[in-house]
């Protein structure tokens, strides 16, 4: 059985989606990795750069490469450019345009979905308000969006298998796509790296990156308004408006090694996670950690985190009910025994377990239907 996968791009930041990618990478070691962009600089010493095939778009400059945005009117065509006409099994981690993959009518293309196109379907249009343009380069980003939606909706009839990432994730593809969801398999996280500390410190914790629909900047100005310390680990093109806001309690940790990311989620009261999202791997490494979750009440949050075991949740993204929230959060009130095994239901090797059998059934049976087509 030859094996492919497909990821978006692999050239701006390792997030949870990359971390997955990494998961079916181990399980598929010979199966090579075609994504849109690729940045060595980035994920050195993570992914064999031997693997990668980039599409046509690595040789433009590299400003553009660093800002797929502007990139938008190519994108759908340079993900159909792949030929994979070799492969038995194509894989698709998708959170954007690796669905769109064009596969031969013997091969089975299993996607598995962070989220469907979320700057076209559900964050639309606060996406093109928080771009801050003008009129006319309004005016363009509705047009292209609007075709890049309807190439979004058509091409995920490509898909033969969907496995979505959470049920928030699973009800969005339902409803943009009308396609039926074959399987929920949630994403998994490296909680072995992670190890809960006996005394904590006197600070909140984000983890994120620094973009306006995380909403890092009602965590910043409830946390102001509170008079408590937040440490802000990220960076992100919003990362300077972020510090303007922040008043003296507020630290950036920006991007961090591996084992200071640990030890500040360690050291933390809190993790503050005021978005919603598709699963949220962040809340994961935080329990394993032994620290508690502080989360907006939507999306994979709710999934993930049982109320006032491993977190409390608030209703709205107002700073005067967060800020409420962090006043009166005592880290006592939790177990870090209920934090640990909580996350321990989220591992990686869980993720990869259930991931590998689906996947080897799906296609056992995929292979006896079209043996029994030809």
């Known amino acids: 059985m030859k094996v492919a996968l497909v990821h978006d791009w692999l050239n701006t930041k390792q997030g949870g989606g990359e971390k997955v990618l990494m998961e079916m990478a181990t399980i598929f070691p010979n199966a090579p990795i075609y994504t849109l962009l690729y940045d060595g600089s980035v994920f050195n010493g993570r992914i064999d750069s031997t693997r990668i095939r980039p599409s046509s778009l690595q040789c433009w400059p590299v400003f553009l490469r660093k800002r797929p945005r502007y990139l938008l009117p190519w994108l759908p065509a340079a ?44 964050y639309w249009p606060a996406y093109v308000h928080e771009q801050r343009v003008g009129p006319l380069r309004r005016a363009v980003m509705y047009a292209l969006t609007s075709n890049v939606r309807q190439w979004d909706y058509m091409s995920a009839a490509r898909v033969d298998r969907w496995i979505a ?98 030890s500040l989620l360690a050291g933390a009261k809190a993790l503050i996670f005021p978005n919603e999202e598709d699963f949220g791997i962040a809340p994961i ?16 949050l709710t999934e993930t985190v049982e109320e006032g075991i491993t977190g409390v949740f608030f209703d709205t993204q107002t700073v005067d009910e967060l800020a409420e929230l962090v006043q009166k959060f005592n880290p006592k009130d939790f177990k870090q025994s209920d934090l640990v095994s909580r996350a321990q239901q989220f591992s990686s090797a869980v993720f990869r377990k259930h991931f590998k059998a689906d996947v080897e059934a799906a296609y056992k049976t995929h292979k006896a239907e079209h043996h029994g087509q030809n």
Request: aromatic share 10%; charged share 25%.
């Open 79 to 122: 993900i159909e450019q792949f030929d994979l006409s070799e492969y038995d099994l194509v894989i698709s981690s998708s959170s954007a345009f690796a669905k769109g993959v064009i596969t031969k009518p013997g091969t089975l293309h299993i996607c598995y979905c962070h989220s469907p196109m979320r700057f076209v379907w559900d």
């Open 165 to 262: 990432n959470s049920k928030t994730t699973a009800g969005r593809i339902a409803k943009y796509y009308r396609v039926k969801v074959d399987a929920m398999i949630y994403p998994g996280a490296d909680i072995e790296h992670f190890t809960p500390v006996e005394h904590k410190g006197s600070y909140f914790v984000t983890l994120s990156s620094l973009t306006p629909y995380k909403k890092i900047d009602v965590a910043i100005a409830a946390c102001n308004k509170a008079g408590v310390e937040l440490v802000v680990i990220g960076d992100g093109a919003d990362r300077q408006r972020l510090e303007q806001l922040a008043g003296p309690t507020i630290r950036f940790a920006g991007r961090v090694s591996d084992h200071d990311r640990s």
């Open 285 to 300: 490494e935080a329990m394993a950690s032994g620290t508690a979750v502080i989360a907006y009440r939507k999306g994979g």
